[in-house]
């Protein structure tokens, strides 16, 4: 028989190689690897911002809603200032920089507000933001990433070839007739979401690990979509599966596991070229 | 008609002039060769009139209009290293791009009729039955014919095409002219070329514009194309010579070929 949290785990790590498996090939072709460097920051700063919110108002769900807030809000900052002419490295180092900022103040904050209030309920969200623990996922916490997750998996798939286009020749894009600022737009705000979804699950150390190097893998394997993308997915899908079942056994973090197992892939074909 | 009109027109980027009172039309149907060295305010100039920037004074028409509303009449070629070729998109897909945009904001999959016009263009390019190859692994010159075909799908009234020569092997270059060629005689699309090799592309250009940071002279090739002018262009080295009937216009990077030989 089957742990109930374990089954929880296996298939929110479904969900999560789903949803990453697609939007990897998409990151590293765009190249937004440095984005989700900025989606870090800006989860913490959202995940300490909502945890003050949680202590104050007793309720701690604000954590993931400030959390996913905080992140669109940036993600589509860094799209305006790109749209506004600056590159994609300034528009991310600039905003990312001030969340860091931001970030640094709210544990100041956090801490003054947890002098006075009863903190235990968020031990368990504070380690899953910073490590990921997929055997903390609750049944209510499934629920939002699978319709979460359903709902961002049918919007990247209806718009891939309008992302691929936006990666290839935004000018001609543009020139064509393409609203390249709402593709922009709605490209990183699935991003963000994305993100903030499965963060808990994936941990923020190594959500840019486990964002980018699926693709990045897949890329090197083949330049045909079609194999990218089913590459990207078996890859994604097989290191959270077996790290699931790997930390089960060894009581480490899964999202350390994964990690470590893309990078040996990536690593090893790497070695191989 | 006058396809493309400027009247005292100056190209500012954050309030200073890139390109400064610059005067000139062309006709439809005609071709304007756009010369100058780096720096020269070509790309500049492109831009404007795709409204890709928007910046400038004076006035500037196309075809009668505001450029930003003859955009669906504009057909912008940019330089094929300008592109993110780690995308994988087959050259079909590529072309299809240059269609997909005049209608709706999802575009999952391609329609059937937009396919089949993308494989027409790539007929007309020279390179049919290759539309299912991946984008990157054509040659320099084969991408340029690909984002050629890309902007004749879109039914364009005008081509904007920057340096559409630039990093091409002569023979390269010879392939791509013969293509613009094609498209001029066939189709009488109107088209401005910016290029810093103007030799193979003579026998197209009915107007030679050459530039830095100001007009510096527009005209009929045969007019515009003395010593004088590209010496006042290009620094002392530069010269025109007259071989076979034919202008050569030697400005330190071209190359004399297919035509009879080398110069002096």
Redesign the interface.
């Known amino acids: 028989m089957i742990p109930e949290y374990l089954l929880r785990a296996f298939l929110a790590s479904i969900m999560v190689s789903v949803l990453l498996g697609m939007l990897s090939p998409l990151i590293n072709t765009k190249g937004l690897a440095f984005l989700t460097h900025a989606l870090f920051h800006s989860l913490l700063f959202g995940a300490v911002l909502g945890m003050i919110l949680a202590l104050i108002f007793e309720n701690l769900s604000l954590v993931m809603l400030t959390a996913l807030f905080v992140t669109l809000v940036v993600v589509l900052l860094i799209a305006y200032l790109e749209k506004r002419g600056f590159s994609p490295d300034s528009a991310v180092g600039i905003v990312a920089s001030f969340a860091a900022g931001l970030t640094v103040l709210g544990f100041g904050v956090l801490y003054n507000v947890m002098a006075g209030r009863p903190y235990f309920p968020l031990s368990e969200d504070i380690v899953s933001y910073l490590t990921g623990d997929i055997f903390l996922i609750t049944l209510s916490n499934l629920e939002a990433l699978s319709i979460g997750g359903a709902v961002l998996f049918f919007i990247i798939l209806v718009l891939y070839r309008d992302f691929l286009y936006l990666s290839f020749d935004p000018d001609g894009m543009e020139s064509y007739g393409g609203n390249t600022t709402a593709y922009l737009m709605i490209l990183y705000t699935i991003v963000g979401a994305i993100g903030a979804l499965i963060v808990q699950t994936v941990g923020l150390i190594t959500l840019q690990v486990v964002a980018v190097l699926p693709g990045a893998i897949a890329l090197m394997v083949s330049s045909d979509l079609r194999k990218v993308l089913g590459m990207s997915l078996l890859v994604t899908l097989g290191v959270q599966l077996s790290s699931v079942a790997l930390a089960y056994f060894t009581n480490i973090p899964p999202s350390g596991l994964a990690t470590i197992m893309l990078g040996l892939i990536y690593g090893t074909l790497l070695l191989r070229r | 008609m006058e396809a493309i009109t400027a009247e005292n027109l100056t190209i500012l980027y954050n309030g200073k002039p890139a390109l400064g009172g610059v005067s000139f039309s062309i006709e439809k149907g005609e071709t304007l060769l756009l010369l100058g060295p780096n720096g020269a305010g070509k790309t500049s100039l492109l831009k404007t009139v795709?409204c890709?920037h928007r910046e400038y004074t004076g006035k500037l028409e196309v075809f009668g209009k505001n450029p930003c509303e003859a955009?669906?009449f504009?057909?912008?070629v940019?330089q094929s290293h300008?592109?993110?070729e780690?995308?994988?998109?087959t050259a079909l897909?590529?072309v299809a791009?240059?269609?997909?945009?005049?209608r709706g904001?999802?575009?999952?999959k391609?329609p059937p009729e937009t396919m089949r016009r993308a494989e027409e263009a790539l007929e007309f390019v020279g390179l049919d039955g290759l539309g299912e190859r991946?984008?990157?692994q054509f040659s320099g010159g084969q991408k340029q014919k690909i984002l050629l075909a890309?902007a004749l799908i879109?039914d364009p009234k005008l081509l904007l095409l920057d340096e559409p020569l630039s990093s091409l092997d002569p023979s390269a270059r010879a392939e791509v002219a013969r293509i613009l060629s094609k498209i001029k005689s066939r189709k009488g699309l109107t088209m401005v070329i910016t290029t810093h090799d103007i030799n193979p592309l003579l026998d197209i250009g009915d107007r030679v514009m050459l530039i830095n940071r100001r007009l510096i002279a527009f005209g009929k090739p045969e007019d515009v194309l003395t010593d004088d002018v590209v010496k006042s262009v290009y620094g002392p080295l530069a010269r025109v010579i007259p071989v076979g009937g034919k202008l050569f216009c030697i400005t330190g990077d071209v190359h004399l070929y297919r035509h009879g030989g080398g110069g002096k």
Do not use: D, K, Q, T
């Not at chain 2, 780690?86 to 998109?89: A, E, G, I, K």
């Open positions: 795709s890709f955009r669906e504009i057909g912008y940019p300008s592109l993110n780690r995308v994988p998109l897909e590529v791009m240059g269609a997909v945009y005049r904001f999802v575009h999952f391609i991946l984008f990157s890309r879109s």
